[in-house]
């Protein structure tokens, strides 16, 4: 322990006397700025601060993760760059999108990855292996001019719920399965996967506002008949439940929060929450009928404690917690199984500071959070840095400094084990401006 603690003076001292050193340079440097004119570029290179915080990095990647994954990209070894900052967590990077990915997500079965691009194509990848060297996908084309904001899977594995935005303000389109399209062509291709086509759209939605956010869930809570809903968030405050099937309204609610971060439905399909411009949280509860068919959307709770905007938030796997991050420097872990009926609150089981921070000390926020399916790993993002942390104890597990080369859009664990070359494993996607997304596999 003794050791340990001494170690981490040492590592605090370093920087402290590099940085009082250089500012004495610097003094230096104004009054003798002529003289010194030369040697100027040298004292810069030493004053870097990137320097120590690279090299602190590369020894806690350094540690003791498994290296098999780092042979496949060696496959492409002609790259340099890419060798060097490859993280051993870093398992496989999908490449072939056009622009900016802006969205992903999985199916249920964790067997296929929904990718919304600002290149105005929605794809589907079937994931029969998270190593596999190429992916089969499906390639859905969003009418012309409009850019895919959101995308969230309906009933079944080629269905989904795709949100696209242009001048005229934001349209949800639902692309299922077309006609088979049928190998009657001769038997010279492969069968090709039917080719979805839009079984309905709404245009305007949302007071044309953009969506931030779709989050969809195949309904089990109570007496719902487990067809997919799907919560579409807006920029704005408005928030709309939607029956993935049959593009029917089934409630709408705001949160009056000034400006929605986003919005997400529990697994289970009973709350909705949201992150907002100011602290609170919202939770509402969808009513299900005995039929099965939603009654209402209920505000039903609000999750008090944060002290500014929440940034992100997500439901545990089992519905009961809440996980929120905010500018405020924490993340929160919420109780929110309490009987609020009986105006009993949520509770907060947990807050952890953000563990990150930059040059100057302060705290940075996350952008964005996902739990894995197993509800022990956090995985968090900041611009194009991915974090992975312990939800029992919100100790960093690892860190991928740069896990894209431009900020990270969107990421989502499988929902469930998904195959590994010859093992299943848990595994994380992230999607990045950087025109890629890439998967992960959970830190050890
Ligand atoms: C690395 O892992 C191996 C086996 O899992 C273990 O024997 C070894 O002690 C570990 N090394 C370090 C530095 O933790
Ligand atoms: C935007 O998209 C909608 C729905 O596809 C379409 O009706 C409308 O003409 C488009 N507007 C512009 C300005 O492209
Ligand atoms: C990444 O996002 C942040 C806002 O979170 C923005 O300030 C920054 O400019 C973005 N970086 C790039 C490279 O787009």
Redo the contacts with the bound molecule.
Sequence with gaps: MEEQSSLFLGFGVVPVLIISVSLGTLIALVFFSDYFRQKRSEVETISKPDEIVNHKSKRSSHNNNSRKPHSRSQLHASDKDQVKRHHPLDINTLKGHGDSVTALCFSSDGRNLATACADGIVRIFKLDDALSKSFKFLRINLPAGGQPTAVAFSDGASSVVVSSQNLSGSSLYMYGEGSANSANDGGKQQPKLPVPEIKWEHRKVHQSRAIVTLSGTAASYDTADGSTVIVSCSEGTDIILWHGKSGKILGNTDTNQLKNNMATVSPNGRFIAAAAFTADVKVWEIVYSKDGSVKEVAAVMQLKGHKSAVTWLCFSPNSEQIITASKDGTIRIWNINVRYHLSEDPKTLKVFPIPLHDSEGETLHY?RLSISPDGKVLAATH?SMLQWLCVETGKVLDTADKAHD??ITGIAWAPKKIPMGPDRGMVLATAG?DKKVKFWMAPA
Excluded: G, K, L
């Design positions: 952008d611009d431009a900020n401006a």
